[in-house]
Structures are given as structure tokens and as C-alpha cells.
């Protein structure tokens, strides 16, 4: 069983950033790719970005592109997601999901494991 714990939302003014972390337990994190997705209330849960196993590929959502950065050590099982330039559109609960390979997929369905989700609010 993988538990997924992630860490660093909250509340942050237009402009601003956050990092979030994931950590990871259970089972080899390094074998599998890692993504994080987020979810606006009355929305689907959509891709913002992912990275493969061993770090090299990343891969983000238009909306995040030069904004978000998404970065792993394997060394400490955790998967981060730097955020910058916060906009309001970016207020959604973000969740850490690991993939079923070490390919990064875009869609739920590519993910076998989920955190339960932190809240960033990004308002004035």
C-alpha cells in the first residue's frame, strides 16, 4: 500500500508563490512516475504537471507552463511542485498521485495511488 501525504497549501495573495511537497511510503518511489492534479469546486479534477521516474522528463499542464515547476528526490521519496506568480484561477484542492510506470500519464486513470488533497486559495 503507497501513502501519499502532501504538505504546503494555504491561503496566498495574486502573485505569490508556494511550494507544495509530497511524501511517499510503502513502496519504491523511484520506479514510478509522479504527478500533481488539481481540482476547483464544481470541476473535474485536470493535470497541472508530471515527471517521470528517474526526474529527467517534466511536463505541465498550458495554464501552469513557466509558472509551476515540479522537481523529485528520490533519495527522500518526495515530489515537490513550485508554484509562482499565483493566480486566482490556481485556487483548487491539489492532490500528489503516483503513476502505475515510470511514464508520466495525463489523465486520473495513468495515477494508482492519491493523496487526499491540500487546499491552496490564492484571493487578495
Known amino acids: 500500500q503507497v501513502q501519499l501525504v502532501e504538505s504546503g497549501g494555504g491561503l496566498v495573495q495574486p502573485g505569490g508563490s508556494l511550494r507544495l511537497s509530497c511524501a511517499a511510503s510503502g513502496r519504491t518511489f523511484s520506479g514510478y512516475a509522479m504527478g500533481w492534479f488539481r481540482q476547483a469546486p464544481g470541476g473535474q479534477r485536470e493535470f497541472v504537471a508530471g515527471i517521470s521516474w528517474s526526474g529527467v522528463s517534466t511536463y505541465y499542464a498550458d495554464s501552469v507552463k513557466g509558472r509551476f515547476t515540479i522537481s523529485r528526490d528520490n533519495a527522500k521519496n518526495t515530489v515537490y511542485l513550485q508554484m509562482n506568480s499565483l493566480k486566482p484561477e490556481d485556487t483548487a484542492v491539489y492532490y500528489c498521485?503516483?503513476?502505475?510506470?515510470?511514464?508520466?500519464?495525463?489523465?486520473?486513470?495513468?495515477?494508482?495511488?492519491w493523496g487526499r488533497g491540500t487546499q491552496i486559495t490564492v484571493s487578495s
Open positions: 498521485a503516483q503513476g502505475v510506470s515510470g511514464g508520466v500519464g495525463f489523465g486520473p486513470t495513468d495515477y494508482g495511488y
